[in-house]
């Protein structure tokens, strides 16, 4: 076995060679940014190695130019906040610059945590980046936060940059699933697919699979098109036959999963839910069908039970099944022919009784078309279809999900707020939901967290829409009601539509309104972290997983945080201890 993990920039190096002694990783760790990364890579393929790790915009070239897997190391959230939250002290305008797939999650995790606009630079070529970064910085941009390869152009320049880092946790998550992909290699003669990530694999209930959490009647609604939704699923929900759930992101497609799941015959049996976008497609197999022991280097003793295995006599929920890759989607097409599997290691095949759910967000026969989702698995999974419109198709649903989720985080937040002014219900209605439902519940959130008074007002509502600006738009207008408007696609982070040179590339002023630059002493940065997690702890009553929902952090995080700034001593005052933290 031989993994070669390949940094495009020198403190990555040090950080994987550290790694490296600690944990005595059988690894070769080289230092190589784009081309001559790539070069590095087909050297070491040619050599035998059986996984490439790198980072951005490297990891994307080198992953179109060699055949093996390459692994991506993942950007860490908690240092691009920290970097983040400098430059929003020292009252910066800001630019996240990058390639796609470093920056694109990046961008929506500062957005929820920014009070003002933030520029977004995405590129796909190097070659360009110079340029962008010149004309952003012409433009009136005062510091990029970017990948390694903006941080050297920018350096070039003499911009202020701050690089986006991969820590600890990314670099031992990307370089452990590394080897267990190159075990699974050396016990394969028919190889993998080559576009991994180590993500942990989102298998809910791992140990246990108990039914359905959630039944018709927990569905929030007033409209008619709902109601027609729920009466096509129930219909659905008599048959065995596979059932595809369409919907755009946050529309509730696992919630009515779970609802078909309870209203079948099969209710008292257990669900599985997979989300496929995070089960590495040569893993799936491993995953769905299960494994003997000694099947392969590292298989637990005793073998493991596959989910398909574990869903019999219930119903296994695949989520994002658009994300299966090919290879992934050919083992989910014969079990739905032949009903059977055979774990891996094993000679022994079992009949199965198991019904499919699957879910997409995207278009299945348009990638059908695009030739990356398989026709004949198209047809097997669509027996019954049931599309569920967007918020913004039905509107009249907003002002009861809006008091449901008052109802639910007065609750667990403590507060006496007994509901919305009409003027707020209005302005609700008038705003498209682009990440709909979800979109809806975070707002309310909020609005309860920042709220003081009896009610929400109409301005309290108009100011967090107000914040969502850059991500999305009011509408004024009526409803289309045209058949496209409930096609289903994939969307990147929206921007304002200002260019550069009238080029693709789009950045947005991110001055801080009304602040001019030295108007004011600047806040260091603890205490400004600090004064955050103390108002979303408050606001959340001490209730840790909602004020880490508030601040768009993991509970983790927030965890370590709190035992950084509240740990009794000098520097604490034993905040757990007097708010009550849980």
């Not at 370089?175 to 290699?185: N, P």
């Not at 278009?363 to 569920?388: M, P, T």
Request: with cysteine; net charge positive; aromatic share 6%.
């Amino acid at each position: 076995m031989k993994c070669v993990l390949i940094a495009p920039y020198e403190e990555l190096l040090e950080l994987a060679e550290g790694l490296k002694r600690e944990f005595r990783w059988d690894l070769e760790v080289v230092l190589g940014d784009l081309h001559q990364g790539v070069e590095l890579a087909r050297e070491y393929e040619r050599d035998g190695a059986r996984v490439i790790i790198s980072r951005g915009g490297t990891y994307e070239l080198i992953k179109r130019a060699v055949s093996i897997p390459v692994i991506e190391i993942k950007v860490s959230a908690d240092d691009l906040i920290e970097e983040f939250l400098q430059a929003r002290a020292e009252r910066k305008r800001l630019a996240l610059a990058g390639f796609r797939n470093v920056i694109q999650k990046s961008y929506r995790t500062l957005m929820r945590l920014s009070d003002g606009p933030i520029g977004y630079l995405p590129y796909e070529n190097p070659d360009s980046v110079r340029a962008m970064l010149a004309e952003a910085a012409n433009q009136g941009i005062d510091v990029f936060l970017t990948d390694a390869v903006g941080s050297r152009m920018a350096r070039e320049l003499g911009l202020d940059q701050r690089l986006i880092r991969s820590g600890r946790e990314a670099v031992v998550e990307a370089v452990e699933f590394a080897m267990m992909v190159a075990e699974e290699r050396n016990k394969s003669a028919r190889g993998v697919e080559k576009d991994f990530t180590p993500r942990t694999y989102a298998v809910k209930a791992r140990s246990s699979f108990p039914g359905a959490k959630y039944t018709f009647a927990d569905i929030v609604y007033a409209s008619e098109a709902m109601r027609r939704v729920i009466d096509s699923a129930k219909i659905a929900a008599t048959s065995d036959a596979p059932v595809l759930i369409k919907g755009e992101t946050g529309t509730g497609k696992e919630l009515l999963a779970h609802s078909i799941h309870s209203f079948s015959r099969r209710r008292d049996g257990p669900l599985v839910v997979i989300s496929c976008g995070a089960v590495p497609g040569d893993l799936f197999v491993a995953e769905t069908m299960g494994y003997s022991e000694g099947a392969f280097t590292g298989a637990v003793r005793g073998g493991r039970v596959g989910l398909l295995e574990s869903a019999d006599g219930g119903t296994l929920f695949l989520d994002e099944v658009q994300d299966l890759p090919m290879e992934a989607q050919g083992v989910l097409l014969r079990f739905l022919q032949e009903g059977e599997v055979r774990k891996l290691g094993d000679n022994k095949v079992r009949k199965l009784n198991v019904r499919i759910i699957a879910a997409s967000n995207q278009d299945l026969l348009e990638l059908v078309r695009k030739q990356k989702f398989r026709k004949d698995l198209y047809y097997r999974l669509n027996v019954f279809s049931v599309a569920i419109p967007p918020l913004r198709m039905r509107r009249e649903d907003i002002p009861v999900l809006a008091d449901h989720f008052l109802k639910v985080y007065t609750r667990k937040t403590g507060k006496s707020v007994s509901g919305f002014e009409p003027g707020a219900y209005r302005r609700l209605q008038r705003y498209d939901f682009p990440g709909n439902v979800r979109e809806l519940e975070s707002l309310v959130l909020r609005a309860v967290a920042a709220n003081e008074g009896p009610i929400i007002t109409e301005r309290e509502v108009a100011a967090l829409l107000n914040e969502t600006g850059t991500v999305a738009t009011e509408r004024t207008g009526t409803i289309s009601d045209d058949p496209q408007a409930y096609r289903v696609e994939a969307v990147e982070p929206a921007v304002p539509d200002v260019g550069l040179s009238n080029k693709s590339r789009r950045w947005v002023d991110s001055r801080a309104p009304g602040v001019a630059p030295g108007a004011q002493a600047v806040t260091p940065l603890r205490v400004m972290e600090r004064q955050l997690i103390d108002r979303a702890l408050s606001a959340a009553s001490g209730n840790m997983s909602l004020a880490a929902k508030m601040l768009g952090i993991s509970r983790s995080t927030l965890w370590r945080k709190v035992k950084t700034y509240y740990s009794p001593g000098p520097q604490g005052h034993g905040y757990g201890c007097s708010q009550g933290l849980s």
